[in-house]
């Protein structure tokens, strides 16, 4: 059974910030949001524009990058190995922290579960050894303690306090 | 000025990542940080428990082993705070039991493990536990191994284990 001549399907997607993606559709269907948008519309037009109200262009071709080299990973059998750990590296290494929260925000939007291990495994590995006080910061966390009730804690974790990174 | 309320509004946007997601960042870190983070708000504070979706699962995952009579326990998670069914702390199958987890460990005040001869515990697992109660019922055991950060706790540690004849490693990193 050859498969050419079946052409290759393409799904639109628009952002939040008004542009357009034509992603392919194992990528595309790598987003579960997109997915279960077509399993309700099962005859959604080939041309079907799927809005994505939450995502900016921005993240989104950060995630399609992702996207793309896993499913071909997957294809070639080369899931789990080296090969995927240097992909990591390299596309996390130039990321601000700014940039991954923008990443973590849409993947989530767009449930996409191997790259929220992924992504969540990263922040993670930045906010190892800060203070409380950037963990705060980066999470957008409101201090709701007061000064008395803070002390009460610390004084009771001490040692988890002790030689945190400056930040 | 126009960049810093951009800054925040980004921060505030984070909020809206659920718990499962948090949670999920706060696993990977070592113990230490997820402690702190039990400051970081007052919806932090009791951090651990919002993990009782992986608990009810670690409990049948558990229950199956010792309905099947297990002698050896591995357990590995990432999780923080787990508790296991208290038919395990009778259990008169068990003969090695390590456990490599998270920070918190519920253990019922008194146990004894009747036939057990190994107890591995990881470098994380403090706190919960009261180790000269642990301590009580090694009789049987030959093996008892303790890794890092038990050297706070574990200061209780000493006279203790003269009455326990069987005992033949303790090793304390």
């Known amino acids: ?167 | 000025m126009m960049k810093r309320q951009v800054m925040n509004e980004k921060n505030d946007r984070l909020r809206y990542l659920p718990d499962s997601v948090l949670l999920r960042i706060f696993s990977f870190l070592p113990t230490k940080s997820f402690l702190q983070a039990r400051i970081l708000s007052k919806r932090w504070q009791n951090v651990e428990s919002l993990h009782e979706d992986c608990t009810s699962r670690i409990h049948s995952w558990v229950d199956a082993a010792l309905n099947c009579g297990v002698e050896e326990l591995d357990l590995y998670t990432n999780y923080i705070t787990i508790s296991f069914p208290s038919r395990l702390f009778d259990c008169d199958s068990l003969v090695g039991l390590k456990l490599d987890v998270g920070c918190f460990i519920e253990f019922p005040g008194m146990f004894c493990f009747p036939k057990l001869k190994r107890m591995q515990l990881s470098p994380n697992l403090v706190y919960s536990l009261l180790l000269p109660e642990l301590v009580l019922n090694v009789c049987s055991w030959n093996l008892f191994e303790l890794r890092r950060q038990w050297k706070n706790t574990a200061l209780g540690l000493d006279g203790k284990f003269g009455n326990y004849s069987l005992l033949k490693y303790v090793y304390i990193d």
């Not at chain 1, 495994?121 to 190892?128: G, Q």
């Open chain 1, 1 to 167: 059974m050859s498969k050419l001549g079946q052409a290759k399907r393409i799904i639109f997607l628009k952002t939040a910030d008004g542009q357009l993606f034509e992603v392919d559709e194992p990528v595309a269907m790598e987003f579960e949001i997109v997915k279960s948008f077509f399993d309700e519309n099962e005859d959604a037009a080939d041309d079907t524009v799927v809005p994505l109200p939450n995502v900016s262009a921005e993240p989104l071709a950060g995630i399609i990058e992702f996207c793309k080299a896993h499913v071909e990973f997957r294809a070639n059998g080369a899931a789990g190995k080296d090969e995927v750990k240097k992909f990591n590296a390299e596309y996390i290494k130039e990321k601000s922290n700014e940039q991954l929260k923008e990443l973590i925000l849409a993947a989530n939007y767009l449930n996409i579960k191997e790259m929220l291990d992924f992504l969540t495994e990263t922040i993670a590995n930045r906010l190892k050894n800060k203070s409380v006080e950037y963990v705060r910061a980066f999470f957008g966390i409101e201090n709701d303690f007061t000064p008395q009730e803070e002390e009460a804690v610390r004084k009771e974790y001490e040692w988890a306090f002790e030689g945190v990174d400056e930040d």
